[in-house]
């Protein structure tokens, strides 16, 4: 009896609660439409390093003299933003602009955190075309970009006494100079990485997805189509002359160059610093040409994005092409040394006539972005072990390629599944 | 039931006043207790009931909704929050059923109490009776709330996610997140892909498991006798140079070794050059990585071990060995019939916690080499274990469903293998041990 009364207790209130249940709909949208008043704030999330925060505070103080808002610069790493913005946004504390990386644009726009942009064509025809590609998600323009990043050729002058004409002409050196007992190399890159060894493979006629109009078709795999078998082939050529240990990765190769063993090395400006602090004397030029062509490389992209979860979708456009002016971004590269993707900079004198800058200036007008799409966080890793089994003897290019595409296949069909 | 009805002074089995004052309970909480004239409780609770209604009404209503439906219109509903919301409100709402039934029961008891003929207890004396009575429940409440909250509800909304099929391609607020039952584990078993790599992950785990911890037990075990022997002199120095590897961050031990181990540049392959017996690819060949990471695990995990069983061997009482040898045993029966069964008895539940360890020792697998080498057509890498496969499907694939389905999985392995070992232990305990 007792127990009995108390599961009918429990089953009852249960019940009572069921029946008039769930979210009283008021039939608010979320849309920013029609005339958008003044806000008292805004707020936006800057990664977390320090020069970049003080930047954005700096500009911050202008932006609040021109338009009387007050904006608020919170720092927070850029590769925790959108997992933080899928929690905070829900709960109304989240900002008005956001920052990270192209290739987690296409995962934002799948979760509907981030929302299209309505802005002019005079605004986005002043970026270079990778870069406003990289902020584009099925053809719809989601961000602006504020920095473009990518590698290019760094060497060492006391090995090499000028840069390579071309890829031909280093890997003929390399095959003079490079010594394995002697621990000392040519030309070294990390030919394992996909991030690394892609201008071979575009070089040569391969590519990852089909590509449209700001689109990339998914299902056309082009990695073991001809031109990537090439660019495969070209890799093992140089494991097999034994010009690249196999397993070669970042610490040791910064390692190597700093000892100053190694002719040429393929590294990006975050590696700059490094080496001159090790008092290497280098130079840096744009990936020589391959059978006469330039090649291209990725590039990565910082963009700022608008939150979909922003109530001033208006007036944070308008800081967003504020922070991205040109202006703004010369004003950044002064500051943080990072390289603004406006065609109008990377030809400007100050960038122009600095040695180093200008090589990777130079060879972002030749960059293709990272695709995207979530599809490809599949690709890094399979690519990445290919390239290994290739270096290591164990695959031919045709059958590493192989296995890696059906294995890029399968992930997305799990991941999809 | 007896037909006729009585008056107050009714026997037990007859509808009187404690079923009267429980059943007016049952309809709202103090009504039994106001029945029998407890005023001030009754009061009380009816208060307390009627403010639980009305604060929690909103956690019920959308929380009971939320996790039903999951939602029902993408951007106004956020699937994840509704679910964790739901969680609550049914956590909230068992807490009140617990409620509720005491104030039944007491009701009911009170009412007893009164057909009896005694006075029912005031207001006063009810409270001395909880906070005597049920003086341990009233301690032990608050850190079992925190433990409910901390512990339990984490669990079963990891469990719960299980059931569902969120992934990157069913995220909130763009999408929303659906019940699909026991659909990721089917899906485990039958898709080729996920079978396979589930199928190698699981036995290496297994390997993993049994030969790493073992093994470090015995070398802890050997180690600790031949230290613990009457004629080894500097017995502190040894021990002092053993625990060290113990004593350094095991997070910066896995990264050096994984250094030493480099195929190219490490220093084990330069010195078995040097030895002419030509590099090994510890961290390129599958078997070789499990070699170098068992290697690592042994060091590792032998000094704990070590230090356990020198306590355990200088407890064992001199005198046992003295008659043993006077039987003329050698040292090796001593060892298997004196030392051993002492040792094991006293590890036992140490060594199992060991066992669980290894089974989930995410560092060591994912420091070492990140689970690899790379095995073609497979989705995990080459030495993964099943802890660091859905580290991987977390963050590789965002297969939130599958990453929970599996850990449901190493729960249940984790558990019986525990039950297992201890019911073991326990047929130990029966055997006529000398304490």
């Not at chain 1, 610069?73 to 929690?87: F, P, T």
């Not at chain 2, 509808?15 to 049952?26: D, E, F, I, M, P």
Request: aromatic share 12%; with cysteine; charged share 20%.
């Amino acid at each position: 009896m007792k127990k009995w009364s108390q599961w009918l207790s429990v089953a009852v209130v249960m019940l009572l609660v069921l029946t008039a249940c769930g979210p009283q709909d008021d039939g608010t949208d979320a849309d920013g439409t029609g005339a958008e008043e003044k806000p008292q704030q805004l707020v936006i999330w800057e990664n977390d390093e320090e020069i970049q925060v003080e930047h954005t505070k700096k500009m911050a103080a202008k932006f609040e003299e021109e338009t009387g808002i007050e904006v608020k610069v919170i720092a927070l790493k850029q590769d925790d933003q959108q997992q933080k913005l899928s929690l905070d946004g829900p709960a109304g504390k989240g900002p008005d602009l956001v920052t990270w990386p192209h290739d987690n644009n296409g995962e934002a726009v799948l979760k509907g955190l981030i929302r299209p942009l309505e802005v002019d064509r005079e605004v986005t025809s002043a970026f270079i075309d990778p870069a406003i590609e990289a902020m584009t998600v099925e053809g719809e323009l989601y961000g602006l970009p504020r920095v473009t990043e990518n590698v290019a050729l760094f060497y060492n002058k006391a090995i090499l006494e000028e840069a390579p004409k071309s890829y031909e002409d280093l890997v003929a050196f390399a095959e003079d100079y490079t010594d394995t007992k002697q621990k000392q190399y040519g030309f070294l890159f990390e030919g394992t990485n996909f991030y690394f060894n892609y201008f071979l493979f575009d070089t040569m006629g391969g590519y990852i997805f089909k590509q449209g109009d700001g689109t990339y078709d998914a299902d056309d795999i082009g990695l073991n189509s001809e031109g990537s078998v090439k660019g495969m082939e070209k890799l093992e050529e140089l494991y097999q002359a034994k010009l690249i240990p196999t397993n070669l990765n970042a610490d040791t190769l910064n390692g190597l160059f700093k000892e100053g063993k190694v002719g040429a090395v393929i590294s990006g400006p975050w590696a700059v610093r490094d080496y001159q602090d090790a008092g290497i004397d280098f130079g840096v030029v744009p990936i020589p040409t391959v059978e006469g062509k330039q090649p291209i490389t990725f590039s990565g992209v910082k963009g700022l994005y608008l939150s979909a979860y922003s109530e001033h979708p208006y007036w944070a456009t308008e800081l967003m092409k504020f922070l991205t002016s040109e202006e703004a971004l010369k004003e950044r590269y002064e500051d943080t040394g990072e390289i603004p993707p406006v065609q109008a900079l990377l030809d400007d004198p100050l960038i122009k006539d600095d040695a180093i800058v200008s090589a990777f200036a130079e060879q972002s007008k030749h960059t293709v972005p990272m695709p995207n799409i979530p599809e490809m966080h599949q690709v890094w890793e399979p690519m990445n072990h290919a390239a290994t089994f290739v270096a290591q003897g164990k695959q031919t290019p045709q059958q590493a390629l192989d296995s890696a595409v059906k294995l890029v296949k399968d992930k997305i069909k799990a991941q999809q599944n | 039931m007896e037909p006729q009805r009585q008056p107050t002074t009714s026997r037990a089995g007859s509808w009187g006043k404690r079923n009267t004052a429980a059943l007016l309970s049952v309809f709202s909480m103090g009504l039994g207790q106001l029945y029998n004239r407890q005023w001030i409780k009754g009061l009380l609770l009816l208060i307390l009931q009627f403010s639980y209604i009305i604060v929690f009404r909103d956690i019920f209503n959308m929380g009971l909704w939320g996790i039903v439906t999951l939602g029902e219109k993408p951007f106004r509903d956020d699937s994840i929050m509704l679910m964790a919301e739901g969680l609550i409100a049914i956590f909230l709402i068992l807490f009140g059923g617990l409620f509720y039934a005491l104030n039944i029961r007491d009701a009911y008891q009170v009412g007893r109490m009164r057909e009896e003929g005694s006075r029912p207890p005031g207001i006063w004396a009810s409270f001395r009776a909880v906070t005597d009575k049920g003086f341990p429940y009233l301690i032990v409440f608050p850190s079992f709330l925190f433990l409910v909250f901390v512990v339990i509800y984490p669990l079963l909304f990891m469990m719960l996610i299980a059931f569902t099929n969120y992934d990157l391609y069913h995220s909130p607020p763009a999408k929303l997140v659906d019940w699909v039952g026991l659909d990721n584990f089917v899906a485990l078993f039958q898709l080729d892909l996920w079978r396979n790599s589930f199928i190698n992950v699981f036995s290496w785990t297994v390997v993993w498991t049994l030969v790493a911890t073992t093994v470090q037990f015995a070398l802890g075990l050997i180690l600790a006798v031949l230290i613990n022997q009457k004629r080894v002199k500097g017995k502190r120095f040894f021990r002092t140079v053993l625990i060290l590897p113990w004593a350094v961050p095991p997070f910066v031990t896995i990264i050096t070794w994984s250094a030493l181990f480099n195929d190219d540049f490490g220093f084990i392959n330069q010195m078995l050059t040097t030895m002419g017996i030509g590099a090994i690819p510890w961290l390129t060949d599958v078997f070789w990585t499990k070699v170098a990471l068992l290697l690592i695990q042994f060091w590792l995990g032998f000094p704990f071990n070590m230090a356990l069983c020198t306590g355990i061997l200088q407890s064992i009482s001199s005198d046992m060995y003295e008659a043993a040898e006077v039987d003329g045993a050698t040292a090796f029966t001593k060892f298997r019939h004196i030392t051993l069964p002492m040792v094991l008895y006293a590890t036992a539940p140490l060594l199992i916690v060991q066992y669980a360890g290894n089974f989930n020792n995410f560092n060591v697998i994912y420091l070492f080499n990140q689970g690899g080498p790379a095995v073609p057509e497979s989705t995990a890498g080459g030495s993964d274990i099943l802890i660091s496969w859905v580290y991987k499907l977390m963050f590789d694939i965002s297969k939130f469903n599958y990453a929970a389905a599996i850990s449901i999985v190493i729960g249940l392995i984790v558990m019986s293998l525990a039950a297992y070992q201890f019911t073991r232990t326990r047929s130990f305990n029966e055997e006529d041990m000398i304490q």
